[in-house]
């Protein structure tokens, strides 16, 4: 069975300090996409970086990166200068080329900014 | 980028009242389809998800119905609703090449 396990069910941190968010998957599959969305307070879902197996670079998105380690089946989220609007839970999930486009969650990491 | 619109946002409804959410996609044509439920602090559920137009696969037994009646619409409905189906109900529409998928607002639906 293909799952997602984010084993920080919460986490806190400084504002301005950096945080990393885990996350492991088991999959077969050799071709893969990998997402880590955010959903702040508002519950609204926000797709904050992706990630194609296929690459071996480590996507970035502004002050967002991910450390992707296929042979490990971890893909980690790294928050660097953290910022208040940066609470909210963060989800993991995988699609495999085969899937329908169904998307693989994990159970979601709340991650709290203090001032 | 696509824009996933929903309504209504929150929504109290009695038991055994009918139920219909819906939802549309606009930026993009020929989308995938997907309705997800979520309870309070929880990952996502997938209820439905569709690839065309009226089709639909199930991915959970339930008093639930999905249908698409045309490429950027997709609603959920229910013929009788239960305690059991109170909770946060959240469509996405999924972009084919990129493999993406984009969030609407949410509805709350609570079941009195």
């Known amino acids: 069975a293909q799952t997602v396990t984010q084993s920080q069910p919460e986490m806190s941190v400084q504002e301005a300090e950096t945080v990393t968010l885990s996350c492991t998957y088991d999959?077969?599959?050799?071709?893969?996409?990998l997402f880590w969305y955010k959903q702040p307070p508002s519950r609204q879902m926000i797709l904050v970086i992706r990630?194609?197996?296929?690459k071996q670079q480590n996507a970035t998105e502004n002050r967002f990166s991910v450390n992707f380690q296929k042979a490990a089946k971890s893909f980690s989220l790294k928050i660097s200068d953290s910022q208040l609007g940066d609470t909210a839970m963060y989800f993991c999930?995988?699609?495999?080329?085969?899937?329908?486009?169904?998307?693989?969650w994990g159970a979601g990491t709340k991650l709290i900014i203090k001032p | 980028s696509q824009t996933i619109h929903q309504w209504p946002a929150t929504l109290v409804q009695p038991v055994g009242s009918p139920l219909s959410l819906e939802c549309t996609v606009e930026?993009?044509?020929?989308?995938?389809l997907y309705w997800y439920r979520q309870a309070a602090g929880r990952g996502l559920q997938l209820l439905f998800y569709?690839?065309?137009?009226?089709?639909i696969s199930s991915e959970v037994p339930q008093n639930l119905s999905a249908s698409r009646p045309q490429d950027r619409q997709f609603i959920l409905s229910s013929k009788k609703l239960l305690l059991s189906d109170s909770g946060f109900y959240l469509c996405?529409?999924?972009?084919?090449?990129?493999?993406?998928?984009?969030f609407g607002p949410g509805t709350r639906l609570t079941v009195t």
């Open positions: 569709s690839v065309g137009i009226g089709q």
């Open positions: 999930a995988f699609m495999t080329m085969d899937s329908n486009y169904q998307l693989i």
């Open positions: 996405a529409g999924g972009d084919r090449n990129s493999y993406e998928q984009y």
């Open positions: 930026g993009t044509s020929n989308p995938n």
């Open positions: 999959t077969s599959e050799n071709n893969y996409y």
């Open positions: 990630q194609e197996a296929y």
